[in-house]
């Protein structure tokens, strides 16, 4: 979600004046402000490599011509900027990807429709006024994700964009190698494919070159330690995408944010992978995906390889995975909680055959604000290898991953994600499950004596509170300025009484004192496994609250004869009232009642 204010406005006068150029069909608008936003990106990361170069007194050799720099044509009149980008930089611009790429065979008929130089000029600057090249990943994405919104359609059949943040905690579980195919059968804009490119040249790049970055995988991603034959790979045949958007403008986009990030031949094409006219099979060694769900396909054209009992897409589309991997490929894939439980014949089908015919190594249940502004639904992460055999199941009951669950989605300390990818990548290694068990003994160690403390304060307050009620009432109602006397003592001030806004502050600065060590023991709790036989008994049922053990919070309950002795006090209290309401009858003036 695009939360900067600034750039929100930014974004709704560029729309307005691309509007009011006479670019009224929506998609016209948001294809002109891709082309654009692509040739300043494209500048920006020229000049960020002529910068690096000059650092390191290296010769640059550039990737973009002079002649098609933004300068160079942005610099002249309002006039000339238009015919020279029309005429020149637009048709070298429909080819830049290389023949065979899907940039190019999807730019073949793209058009350039700003007609008028000084709308040109005009937008040229707001992308200016907007520093694109200082955003991060993200804030790149929820441009296009805002401007797509004013066609009223982010979030319909379950299309919205994965966070950042979740794709890259899915990519480092995967771990892709070189050399290893790796597809998004439901690709949107990649962010996944070009998460999992920066991931490997993150990887493959020497530590003393790869300095840490707020913003994705390190930079500078110059993949030293790649060979020649692994940087070709990577280049024309390691990513593939496709996605059924007849417009183009997602596989426009998509293949542009491709070679944005270095894939300079992008392979994105146009197919509803679903269908009978897409046979790939055991094509690839990793799959990483978020598939549409929440909508139904049409069942006559569905794939006969797919069960054709149901019309749910997120089942269906697990299925086409399970055919597209190769034997002993892996797969990270978000699906709705749904997936994990649902009863249905189809639901359990799809869950047996995870765990009886492959292996289901992981199971992560993130939070149902993951997707918000779009959605709130609450999604899991699905980790399986294709053909392996699932013996237990790893399991991660997520409850934060660093932003706010509200529609406004901002950043907070609590994340799970990096406990998430430390248990994941020693989820077999006994010293670290010993290391949290010890931990969690210190804890609990810790906790046993506040917790006491704690059960005592609430049955003081617990008391306090009774007695109050009870005899703390002053001839006029109100209560005596908080102090409370004992049980058969007349209403007054007692000097050195305890007062029950005391206890509950006490109470409540000890409930501080608890929470971040509760919040650690919870965290603690949140990575466990479970048996393949267990869920088999459970009908393959995957939800992790239904397999889950947590410690319950000792809550203070008073004892039986505490309770017994109140209620007779009580009865005492009424029958008290009672004369004294009998008494006030029988002094009555007598009245003539006719």
């Known amino acids: 979600m695009l939360t900067d204010p600034k750039l929100r406005s930014q974004v709704d006068q560029l729309w307005d004046k691309l509007w009011t150029g006479g670019l009224t069909n929506p998609m016209d608008a948001i294809e002109q402000f891709s082309y654009l936003l692509f040739l300043k990106q494209l500048d920006d990361a020229e000049q960020q490599a002529e910068?690096?170069?000059?650092?390191?007194?290296?010769?640059?050799?550039?990737?973009?011509?002079p002649e098609m720099r933004w300068a160079k044509w942005r610099n002249g009149t309002a006039a000339e900027a238009l015919a020279y980008l029309r005429d020149k930089v637009f048709p070298w611009l429909k080819a830049l990807g290389g023949n065979g790429s899907s940039f190019e065979r999807y730019m073949q008929n793209a058009e350039f429709k700003?007609?008028?130089?000084?709308?040109?000029?005009?937008?040229?600057?707001?992308?200016?006024?907007?520093?694109?090249?200082?955003?991060?990943?993200?804030?790149?994405?929820?441009?296009?994700?805002?401007?797509?919104?004013?066609?009223?359609?982010?979030g319909r059949n379950g299309q919205f964009r994965t966070p950042r943040h979740i794709i890259r905690m899915m990519v480092q579980m995967l771990d892709p190698k070189p050399g290893?195919?790796?597809?998004?059968?439901?690709?949107?804009?990649?962010?996944?494919?070009?998460?999992a490119y920066q991931y490997i040249l993150a990887q493959h790049t020497a530590p003393e070159i790869l300095q840490p970055h707020p913003d994705g995988w390190g930079a500078p991603l110059v993949g030293d330690r790649l060979t020649d034959e692994q940087r070709a790979f990577l280049q024309t045949d390691a990513f593939r995408g496709y996605d059924n958007d007849s417009g183009m403008t997602m596989l426009r986009i998509g293949s542009m944010n491709m070679i944005l990030h270095g894939i300079r031949q992008p392979r994105f094409f146009y197919q509803d992978t679903l269908s009978k006219h897409f046979d790939e099979a055991a094509e690839y060694d990793v799959i990483l995906m978020n598939p549409p769900f929440k909508g139904a396909v049409d069942k006559g054209d569905v794939h006969p390889d797919l069960p054709g009992d149901t019309r749910k897409s997120e089942l269906l589309f697990v299925h086409l995975i399970l055919r597209a991997l190769e034997s002993g490929g892996r797969c990270a894939v978000i699906v709705p909680d749904g997936?994990?439980?649902?009863?249905?014949?189809?639901?359990?089908?799809?869950r047996r055959r995870l765990v009886e015919e492959h292996r289901l190594d992981g199971v992560i249940s993130m939070p149902g604000g993951v997707f918000k502004p779009y959605a709130g639904v609450s999604t899991a992460v699905l980790l399986f290898t294709k053909g392996a055999r699932t013996e237990q199941i790893w399991y991660y009951d997520m409850a934060h991953d660093g932003f706010s669950l509200d529609d406004k989605r901002q950043p907070t300390a609590e994340?799970?994600?990096?406990?998430?990818?430390?248990?994941?990548?020693?989820?077999?290694?006994?010293?670290?499950?010993?290391?949290?068990?010890?931990?969690?003994?210190?804890?609990?160690?810790?906790?046993?004596?506040?917790?006491?403390?704690?059960?005592?304060?609430?049955?003081?307050?617990?008391?306090?509170?009774?007695?109050?009620?009870?005899?703390?009432?002053?001839?006029?109602?109100?209560w005596a300025n908080g102090e409370l006397r004992m049980v058969n003592e007349e209403p007054q001030n007692v000097a050195g009484a305890v007062s029950l806004e005391k206890v509950q502050e006490t109470l409540e600065a000890l409930a501080a004192e608890m929470a971040p060590l509760r919040a650690e023991l919870a965290r603690l709790d949140r990575q466990f496994w479970v048996p393949k036989a267990q869920v088999?008994?459970?009908?393959?049922?995957?939800?992790?609250?239904?397999?889950?053990?947590?410690?319950?919070?000792?809550?203070?309950?008073?004892?039986?004869?505490?309770?017994?002795?109140?209620?007779?006090?009580?009865?005492?209290?009424?029958?008290?009232?009672?004369?004294?309401?009998?008494?006030?009858?029988?002094?009555?003036?007598?009245?003539?009642?006719?």
């Open 51 to 65: 910068r690096r170069a000059r650092r390191r007194d290296e010769a640059h050799t550039p990737t973009i011509p």
């Open 114 to 154: 700003i007609n008028k130089p000084a709308l040109l000029l005009e937008a040229c600057g707001l992308i200016e006024q907007m520093h694109i090249a200082e955003q991060n990943q993200d804030v790149q994405g929820d441009l296009y994700e805002y401007l797509l919104s004013y066609l009223s359609t982010a």
């Open 180 to 195: 290893e195919r790796i597809g998004d059968l439901a690709a949107g804009t990649c962010g996944f494919l070009v998460n």
């Open 339 to 350: 997936v994990l439980f649902g009863s249905s014949g189809a639901h359990v089908t799809l």
């Open 415 to 478: 994340n799970d994600i990096p406990d998430v990818l430390a248990c994941w990548r020693h989820r077999r290694d006994p010293a670290f499950a010993e290391a949290r068990a010890a931990r969690r003994a210190e804890l609990e160690a810790a906790l046993a004596p506040l917790q006491q403390e704690r059960l005592r304060l609430a049955a003081e307050l617990d008391r306090l509170t009774f007695e109050r009620v009870v005899n703390g009432r002053m001839a006029n109602g109100e």
């Open 536 to 594: 088999q008994a459970n009908k393959y049922d995957l939800s992790a609250s239904r397999y889950r053990q947590t410690a319950p919070e000792p809550v203070y309950h008073a004892a039986p004869e505490v309770t017994l002795e109140r209620l007779a006090r009580l009865e005492q209290v009424m029958g008290e009232e009672i004369a004294a309401l009998r008494a006030m009858v029988d002094e009555r003036p007598e009245t003539d009642d006719r």
